[in-house]
Structure formats: C-alpha cells, structure tokens
C-alpha cells in the first residue's frame, strides 16, 4: 500500500529554518503530484506548498512565499520543503500528501489528495 512518510520537524527559534523530508513507497511517485499541507490546533489543514509529477510547476501559500521552497527527487521517490525564516505562526504539524497526475496541475485543496502521512511536528518559538 503508499505510504508517505515525513521526517525534519521539531523545535526551532524563530528566524531559523528546517528541511522537511517525504519518502514515498507503494506509488508511482513520478506520476504523482505531491503537496505539504500544515494544520495547527483548531484550525483547518491548509495547504503550504504543491508541486506537479515534474518538478516544474510549484504553488505556494501567500503566507510562505519567498520563505520557503518545496522541490522533489523522482530518482529517491521523495520530496521536500524546504523552511526559512521560520515565524512563530509557522507552527503546526506539517503533513506530506500525493495523488496522480501527471499533467501541469499542482493541486492546492487538500480534498484533491489520496494519500497522506502522519505528519511531523514543527515548533518555532519566539
């Protein structure tokens, strides 16, 4: 079955940065587009970055612009965010998520994804 596993959340001041990994098994991962999501307490799972079966079409929420970059290795089956210039809102457990396409869509809604992780916590303190 797929499964999806993130790793490189944790504690960190704000202003650092953090690299979320996901490694993908039981899909083929370059037929699938992939997207980090983030949900903190009380709040809804957001969207935070997509990215399309290549590589070559990525999303971001307005919120993260500029901050942080998502990219992916279809050689390792995984793939990434990268996290800077961390803020205290920034805190939340962040979730990794896969469905096909192979096409130029990056899928922002997370109703639009089959497969999900567990999630890894990210903290950032003030």
């Known amino acids: 079955q797929v499964q999806l596993v993130e790793s490189g959340g944790g504690l960190v001041q704000a202003g650092g940065s953090l690299r979320l990994s996901c490694a993908a098994s039981g899909l083929t991962f370059s037929n699938a587009a992939m997207g980090w999501f983030r949900q903190a307490p009380g709040k809804e799972r957001d969207l935070v970055a997509a990215i399309n079966w290549s590589g070559m079409k990525t999303n971001y929420a307005d919120s993260v612009k500029g901050r942080f970059t998502i990219s992916r290795d279809n050689a390792k089956n995984s793939v990434y965010l990268q996290m800077n210039s961390l803020k205290p809102e920034d805190t939340a457990i962040y979730y990794c998520?896969?469905?096909?396409?192979?096409?130029?869509?990056?899928?922002?809604?997370?109703?639009?994804?089959?497969?999900w992780g567990q999630g890894t916590q990210v903290t950032v303190s003030s």
């Open positions: 998520a896969a469905r096909y396409g192979q096409n130029t869509y990056t899928y922002v809604y997370a109703a639009s994804y089959a497969y």
